[in-house]
């Protein structure tokens, strides 16, 4: 017999090989970091399982609950700010249980390397009477995913995998298995369980109650909650990739290690702190299991000594426990690099023009958030998916028309069809002005050129209908919808200055795809250095791929150049032109 086949895996593609193994027949989700992966690998076994981009968390949650009712293993994948969009089936089906098991994957964000917060998702799913698994690596993420499913069923209780950046972009060791066939579970139509109006939901809440406290009881003897037991001058509480870094810091502590972090086992943490000097609790982000177990009377040092923000790491445990300040020579100051547009980006042209025309604009979540910063800083507000379109209508509300004359909303093509569509509707439902510019680069851009709803390809690779966003705008009422090339500037800044002088709404759009997406060879520009007149007029746009020397002389670096001819068209002295090919 051949041993275990063992591969190097991203945690990412660990959960997704998990709920392949534990026999997932239907994955829905929407595009979020450090969550996206997981579906981009789960779509390699499309022939055994439907996996699906959602326009938004909502759906996919909802979509997952569909399959789960109809009798089969569903998941569905977000980020923890998704995990908001998503509350309301999720605290619903809270109430229902499964038929079928039901995981819902959320990855935080400690550190914030990609996200407006840090929520921590441990404190929603508590609220929401959801249990939380938590995996401390890759091997352990397609583990717990698979018991997640069984405990799912077992206990008629919706899960919650809780991943974080650090596991899902690290990779480990995973000991590949087969997967499983569950039998479908026959549909039993019961209204009692899976039709929550008043009448059923308070009968339900009170057996999900029931069934938490009996999933509690059987926590204290889950392996995945397990005591390592060594010196008891120390004894450490934690899960996820904080494990990791106990382990490292404090290798001769005693440590409970949580699998499970809601509900807690309650028996199994007060044997393990009566069994140590002194104990710690330690994890990233809010003080989730540190306020429970003191609740119970249970002395320990946490927050106090360890920070709510960022992640941790074995440095700063060594220090905030042992007093160990490690003498770390201090690296080489180097420049610092901040986020900008791509070369060739379509969003540039139209924030240059916003810029020139002293526009404020109501931001988005997406690429073209970097609008924010200089030199072009248009972008004045970011809250979250499909803000921008809804505090612009606030600000309309709140001031006037006037007023929005000096705004617009932007958004995404992603974005819009995730949230916006709504915020567009209800500016027209009460009557209001403002100009919405949709930055149509034909993908989702921000997490790695996914798919969606307008695309017309699906997650699995298929062609379909590709939502019409200008017919979708009229549809709601939107009298006036332009379709503009981002890179016809001209036109671009007279189609801005009339829609921003309306009395009613209107959307610009401008439909110019990702530069990243074309895969064909790109012209390139070069400066001619007897016609530049040093004016800074090309620069203005803050290209990465144009530089200015010491002499004011222009330079394009080709090996960045995308040739979307922005900068030549700012010229006024045609001093920038294209390379001949011959000259490549």
Known sequence: MSEPKKVIMLGNEAIARG?????????????????????????????????????????????????????????????????????????????????????????????????QNEQDTRMVARAAGLPVLEPADSSEAKEYMKLAFELSEQFDRPFVFRTTTRLAHSQGPVELGVRTEPEDK???????????????????????????????????????????????????????????????????ASVLKLGMVNPLPRKLIEDFASRVD??????????????????????????????????????????????????????????????????????????????????????????????????????????????????????????????????????????????????LMNMIYNKAAGTVIILDNSTTGMTGHQDHAATGKTLQGETTCAINIPALCRAVGVANVIEVNAFDIGTLERVIKEETKREEVSVIITKTPCVLLSKTKKPLYTVHEDKCKKCGMCMKPGCPAMTKNADGIIHIDDTMCTGCGLCTSLCRFGAIGLVKEEDR
């Open 19 to 115: 709920a392949y193994e534990a026999g997932v027949k239907v994955s829905a989700a929407y595009p979020g970091t450090p969550s996206t992966e997981i579906s981009e690998y789960l779509v390699q076994y499309k022939d055994e399982l439907y996996c699906e981009w959602s326009p938004n968390e909502k759906v996919a949650v909802e979509v997952a609950i569909g399959a789960s009712v109809a009798g089969v293993r569903a998941m569905s994948c977000m980020k923890h700010v998704g995990f908001n969009v998503a509350a309301d089936p999720a605290y619903t089906v809270s109430y229902m249980g499964v038929s079928g098991g039901l995981v819902i994957v959320v990855a935080d964000d400690p550190g914030l390397y990609s996200s």
């Open 186 to 252: 026959p549909y039993v139509k019961d209204i009692r369980k899976t039709v929550m109006m008043p009448g059923n939901a308070k009968p339900r809440h009170v057996e999900i109650e029931k069934r938490n406290f009996e999933l509690a009881e059987a926590a204290n003897t889950l392996p995945i909650n397990h005591v390592e037991m060594k010196d008891t001058k120390i004894g450490v509480i934690t899960s996820g990739i904080p494990y990791q870094y106990v382990k490292e810091a404090l290798p001769e």
């Open 278 to 423: 002194t104990l710690y609790i330690v994890e990233e982000l809010e003080p989730v299991i540190e306020e429970q177990v003191k609740a119970w009377g249970i002395r320990a040092a946490g927050k106090e000594i360890f920070t709510i923000q960022g992640e941790y790491s074995a440095n700063m445990l060594r220090e905030a426990v042992l007093g160990e300040k490690l003498s770390i020579d201090k690296p080489a100051a180097v420049p610092g690099r901040p986020p900008v547009l791509c070369p060739g980006c379509p969003h540039r042209s139209v924030y240059y023009v916003l810029s020139k025309l002293k526009l404020h604009a109501a931001g988005d979540i997406g690429c073209y958030t970097l609008g924010a910063v200089a030199p072009l800083s248009v972008v004045d507000t970011t809250i979250c998916m499909g803000a921008s379109i809804s505090s612009l209508h606030g600000m309309e509300k709140a001031k006037g028309k006037d007023y929005v004359k000096n705004w617009v909303a932007v958004i995404g093509d992603s974005t819009f069809l995730h949230t916006g569509i709504n915020s």
